[in-house]
């Protein structure tokens, strides 16, 4: 391989990773389960994983409610509404709405 060909795959490594570098993580993840699976699989695989995920759903909420909290002007030390953040991130509301 000259030193000219060799610059070249260099260079298209180095796109390619800035490429990477530039994707939304689920781009990313879905690119990187196709490395092993087929693009369906790694699509289905994708989508369970964002529909079970309750991390990603109670994080949505504490942030929905410290969105109301800072609208209503409500400090974040007032004890009651720390507890109810609290309780949602670990995910002790959901027992309470049962």
């Known amino acids: ?11 298209r490594f180095r796109a390619r990773l800035q490429a990477r570098r530039q994707m939304a993580s689920r781009e990313y993840l ?6 092993t699976n087929t693009h369906a699989d790694a699509e ?3 989508d369970r994983f964002e529909r079970e995920s309750e991390t990603s759903k109670r994080l949505s909420r504490v942030m929905d409610l410290c969105d109301e909290m800072e609208r209503d002007g409500i400090t974040s030390g007032e004890p009651f509404t720390v507890r109810r953040v609290h309780a949602i991130a670990l995910g002790d509301d959901q027992q309470e709405e049962r």
């Open 1 to 11: 391989m000259t030193p000219d060909e060799r610059e070249a795959v260099k260079a």
């Open 30 to 35: 879905l690119n990187m389960l196709c490395a």
């Open 44 to 46: 289905a695989i994708l």
